[in-house]
T-cell receptor, first 118, second 112 residues
Framework: GAGVSQSPSNKVTEKGKDVELRCDPI?????LYWYRQSLGQGLEFLIY????????KSGLPSDRFSAERTGGSVSTLTIQRTQQEDSAVYLC????????????????FGPGTRLTVT | GENVEQHPSTLSVQEGDSAVIKCTYS??????FPWYKQELGKGPQLIID?????GEKKDQRIAVTLNKTAKHFSLHITETQPEDSAVYFC???????????FGDGTTLTVKP
């Protein structure tokens, strides 16, 4: 079946411009997660959604970052006034429900969007 | 907040040998510990996970152990094959909070 998809796969933008990254989760998955992966680094948690609400936004690096999810499906991560340090791969993942201790709901990751800010 | 340390950062083994990757975590509230394999140009893929009520879990050539007292967990791959070459990430999650913290990754190279 279809997995998590992200678009665009690559994005090159000039410093100061706004960018919008899109994530299409697996159909029926209520939980959606955004991560950032800098070169040679681990995954940095940004935000997660349960349905359309984001219980935890603590991982967003600055107020230039925002995310929304509508209809319990597609999510967009927006970065305003991009900076060079925003360059990274942005990964989206979804799970059937938010992971609970006794549930088997693993996260399925998309291929990521590689963002380069010049 | 949670802090996860992963070692080693790179690991090279001969085909057929075993590989062990270790992670430590700081938040005693963490109760779910997944391991991911990431191949070049792809998103991470879950390979095995362990929950706090279990000390060890095995799936064919892959096993994970968890020591909650010492706050560390390890990934063991036996009879390694060249296709095991990838970057492996550990993570720790408090399922009541929903947020995963990842290690920095281990680049595993299996030499034929």
């Amino acid at each position: 079946g279809a997995g998590v998809s992200q678009s665009p796969s690559n994005k090159v933008t000039e410093k100061g411009k706004d960018v919008e990254l899109r994530c299409d989760p697996i159909s029926g998955h209520t939980a959606l997660y955004w991560y950032r992966q800098s070169l040679g680094q681990g995954l940095e948690f940004l935000i997660y959604f349960q349905g359309n609400s984001a219980p935890d936004k603590s991982g967003l690096p600055s107020d230039r970052f925002s995310a929304e999810r509508t209809g319990g499906s597609v999510s967009t991560l927006t970065i305003q006034r991009t900076q060079q340090e925003d360059s990274a791969v942005y990964l989206c993942a979804s799970s059937l429900e938010v992971i609970r201790l006794h549930s088997p709901n693993e996260q399925y990751f998309g291929p990521g969007t590689r963002l380069t800010v010049t | 907040g949670e802090n996860v340390e992963q070692h080693p950062s790179t690991l090279s083994v001969q085909e057929g040998d075993s590989a062990v990757i270790k992670c430590t975590y700081s938040d005693s509230a963490s109760n779910y510990f997944p391991w991911y394999k990431q191949e070049l140009g792809k998103g991470p893929q879950l390979i095995i996970d362990i929950r706090s009520n279990v000390g060890e879990k095995k799936d064919q050539r892959i096993a994970v152990t968890l020591n909650k007292t010492a706050k560390h967990f390890s990934l063991h791959i036996t009879e390694t094959q060249p296709e095991d070459s990838a970057v492996y990430f550990c993570a720790a999650l408090n399922t009541n909070a929903g947020k995963s913290t990842f290690g920095d990754g281990t680049t595993l190279t299996v030499k034929p």
